[in-house]
Structure formats: C-alpha cells, structure tokens
C-alpha cells in the first residue's frame, strides 16, 4: 500500500490552506491597517495594543474531524480540554499569559450528556491553563447538521507587555530547538487518521490492543492535546526564549518556520526523539514519511528556540513543572531563503 494514502486524498489540501491565507492577506492590504495591530495574518496569535505598554493576543481554533472518532468511540470529554488547547498553546507562543476562553459549540440537535462531558473537560483545561471560561454560545442548527453531527470551536485572549513579545527576531544561526512531547496525535490530521485507521487503510478494530500497547487503539487516538501554558510561561520567565512554536497542522518544519527569520532555515533530526506508536500504526497504512511528517507533531507538540548556552537553564525552568525538553534541531544560514 506504499504511498497511498496521503492528506489531499483525505480531502485536505495543506496547500490550499496556505494560499487561501495568502488570499486573506491580500484582501487586508487593500485596506487602510490599524496602527494598534501588530504582526499580520499567519501568526500563532494576533497581538493588539491596548496601551500602558501592553497588547492583548487572541486567537481561534477548533477540534477538527477528531468530532467524528468520538462518536465512534463514545470518548467525549477529552474533546473540551482539545478545544482549549488548540488555542492557548498557539496564544503563548508569542509569550502572552492567558485571561479568558469562550466556546462555541453547533450541532443538529443539542445531546446535554455528550455536551456536559464537553464543557466539564473545557472548565478543566481552562483551570490548568490558568484561565477563565467567560462565556460561549451553544446553536442548534438542524439542517445543517444531522442529528447526531456537531461542531466545536474557541476563541482565547490573553495579555503581554509589548516589550517582552516573542515574536521570533532575536533567532540566530546556530541556536537549537527544544521540544516537548505531544500526548499523541493532539487535535491535527484526524481526516488522514479516520481514512488510515478504517476501511480505505487498515480496517482496525478501535477496541482491540495492539501487541505491545497498554491501551486500545481508541483510547490512544482520544487522548487530548496536552497544554503547554504552564511550560511555556515558565520558559518565558528565564528571559532566554528567542521563539516558540506549537506544531499543529502542517507538521514540525511548516509550523517552525513560521517564526524564523528570513535568511535562516532551520535543520531536524526526526531520529532524536522516540516516535510514540500510534505514529507507526497510521504509516502502516501506506503513508510516506514526507507525508506523515508534513501532516502531524511526530510527538513533539511544542518548540523552543535558544541559544545553546541557555539550554541548561530551560532544562531547569521546565523540570519545575514537570517537563524534560529534548534537543531535536537547531537554527541555521539559509542563502535561497530570503
């Protein structure tokens, strides 16, 4: 089956999310910028001056098709503490500390069980993010949703003095990248996961356990995007934090990227860390690595980028917190990106 499954065969194109954000920009320069927005369209977060030296990040996100595994799983809650990860882990990448969530949530006909497990994981990845949940809106929607069909999504705000934004320009050549570990898959590729996973791929059984795991399939492709808040302040509060990047959607290199300096490529070793191996079953379904690199975190769900001086002290910083970085790349010249 080598090569035949891949993310655009599941129905989602990276590529054309990619210009469509080029497409947005565009429409934004035909119009007159707020002098108070800072950055552009494309970032973790938008940042927004609010005065008194400080600017408040907000950003949006959703669940994604991973919807349609809880249903065949019955494994809910764990979508609510996705739903917040997905937006506070993109919001501190620029180094602002969350103040506030708010859900939105539409289905086709409003199930209060399945919701209440929803909204019970969201208070609990807001309480762990050190957050408040401020409010949201729930819609019913039939007709556009079948009975059973819903959707999730969130919006996060939080606030950082403009002078210690992380915006990545203090990024040099010769800096190294440190990651965390993901929980697993997070709340990314999951229409690449479904299409690998059921009849058009291995045709598993979500209950049975694969020799060597401890746990059914389903509870591992359920496992909720781990937060990154508490690590990334701490890393944030050493004052040696040159970038960081949350690696969602299109993958380590297409996320990290995003916050390097033109002129600078970046370099990774995808052998530096242990790949967990809900991975290895996906590619069995005949996906090339390329793919599989460009599509999910691999296990690595969040980056920092610091000089390797600094390393010792991040070490530290995140032991506090309970969390072990592992170098997996590093910075470097570029002359064909400029």
């Known amino acids: 089956m080598g090569g035949q499954l891949s993310y655009e065969k599941a129905g989602v194109s990276i590529s054309g999310g990619d210009e469509w954000v080029e497409t947005i920009k565009s429409l934004l320069k035909k119009r007159p910028k707020d002098p108070n927005a800072l950055g552009g369209i494309g970032g973790f977060a938008g940042l927004y001056r609010i005065g008194g030296g400080q600017c408040i990040a907000a950003c949006c996100d959703g669940v994604g098709t991973k919807l349609e595994l809880a249903k065949a799983t019955g494994i809910y809650r764990g979508l609510g503490q996705d739903l ?6 993109d919001l501190v990448t620029g180094g602002a500390r969350p103040l506030f969530f708010l859900d939105y949530a539409a289905c086709g006909k409003l199930d209060a ?7 019970e994981g969201v208070l609990d990845a807001c309480d762990e993010s ?3 949940l401020l409010g949201g809106e729930t819609a019913e929607m039939p007709g556009v949703y079948d009975s059973s069909g819903f959707d999730l999504a969130g ?3 939080g606030i950082v003095d403009e002078d210690k934004i992380i915006d990545g320009r203090s990024i040099k050549a010769g800096d190294i990248i440190a990651g965390l570990t993901s929980s697993g898959i997070h709340s990314n590729g999951y229409s690449l996961v479904r299409k690998a996973l059921g009849s058009d791929g291995l045709n ?8 060597g795991w401890d746990e059914k399939i389903a509870a591992e492709v359920m496992k909720p995007t781990k937060l990154y808040v508490k ?11 040159h970038g960081m990047a949350h690696i969602t959607g299109g993958g380590m290199y297409g996320n990290i990227i995003r916050i390097i300096p033109k002129g600078l490529d970046i370099g990774i070793d995808f052998d530096s860390w242990d790949r967990p191996g809900i991975f290895k079953l996906i590619q069995r379904a005949g996906i090339e690595e390329e793919e599989m690199r460009r599509v999910f975190n691999l296990g690595i ?4 980028i610091i000089d390797p001086k600094d390393l010792d002290e991040l070490t530290g ?9 592992v170098v997996i790349g590093e910075v470097k010249k570029c002359v064909s990106r400029v």
């Open 84 to 89: 917040v990860a997905m937006n506070v882990n």
């Open 301 to 304: 769900g969040y980056v920092f």
């Open 130 to 132: 050190l957050c408040t």
């Open 231 to 241: 690590s990334a302040i701490a890393a944030v509060n050493t004052g040696k934090i």
């Open 113 to 119: 069980a399945i919701l209440s497990e929803i909204i």
């Open 155 to 157: 919006f996060a705000v």
């Open 204 to 211: 598993v059984d979500l209950n049975s356990v694969p020799e």
């Open 317 to 325: 910083a995140l032991a506090k917190v309970g969390e072990s970085p």
